[in-house]
């Protein structure tokens, strides 16, 4: 599933990258070329930056998962050995 930008966003983001071209390298681009930037961005480099997002969630949910595990075991209450 990919996510979608609102247009706002879109827009916004390629104005960024209009920005980005004319302070730091000295070009003006129109805006169909900053979208072939912002598709070859969000087709070949944004998906390592989701991946790692991915796996960082996953870190905290095995940490909260694991601090869980401690809370609900320090719930047990001592119990006596049986008699014989």
Known sequence: MKPSLKKEEREQILSK????????????????AADQVFQFIEKEIAPHFYNEGVRDAKRM??????NLDEDITS??????PTRR
Request: charged share 35%; aromatic share 8%.
């Open 75 to 80: 719930l047990e209450k001592p119990t006596s």
């Open 17 to 32: 990258i209009q920005g980005y071209f004319e302070v730091e390298r000295g070009e003006e681009i129109g805006t169909i």
């Open 61 to 66: 949910l095995e940490e909260k998962m694991m």
